[in-house]
């Protein structure tokens, strides 16, 4: 399986140091494609152009996106260090998890403040399990995901 180094839809670098990393997006993560696509129509109806939020199957995401196996040394460095560091490999795990249990994704550029408010009043009708903006260096989390059940 190939790794896409670009998706189209990014207008910046979808990764750092190998790892996904879709600078100035949100990424909301959804119980089915359904519930992206639903979350994608409320965001181009208040307003957002289509070509700054897009809804993908959680598979597209995990295998094609996510996966970085041709990754050189020096990126498999230093997302060794982002997983050491705790900041993306968290958020992989819960991507993974979403997208075996049938979940989807919604992307939406959101480079301003502004825009995230935006997308907390969308978020409000059509809430996602969570809800992630990657910044320059650091990764804002919009929506909490839910505390998992204990067993």
């Known amino acids: 399986m190939a790794m896409i180094r670009h998706w ?38 208040s307003g957002i152009d289509a070509r700054d939020v897009r809804a993908a199957t959680g598979d597209f995401v995990v295998n094609r996106l996510e996966a970085h196996r041709e990754a050189n040394w020096l990126q498999r460095a230093g997302a060794r260090i982002a997983v050491f560091a705790g900041t993306e490999s968290g958020f992989l795990n819960d991507d993974s998890d979403l997208a075996r249990k049938g979940g989807a994704f919604l992307f939406l550029f959101a480079p301003e403040d502004h825009q995230v408010e935006h997308a907390r009043k969308v978020f409000a009708q059509h809430r996602p399990a969570y809800a992630r903006r990657y910044l320059q260096i650091a990764i804002e989390r919009i929506i909490e995901p839910a505390p998992e059940k204990a067993a």
């Not at 879709?22 to 089915?32: C, D, E, F, N, R």
């Open 8 to 45: 189209a839809f990014f207008k910046h670098s979808d990764t750092s140091f190998g790892t996904f990393y879709p600078m100035h997006y949100i990424v909301a993560g959804y119980a089915s494609l359904r519930d992206a696509q639903a979350a994608e129509l409320a965001f181009t109806e």
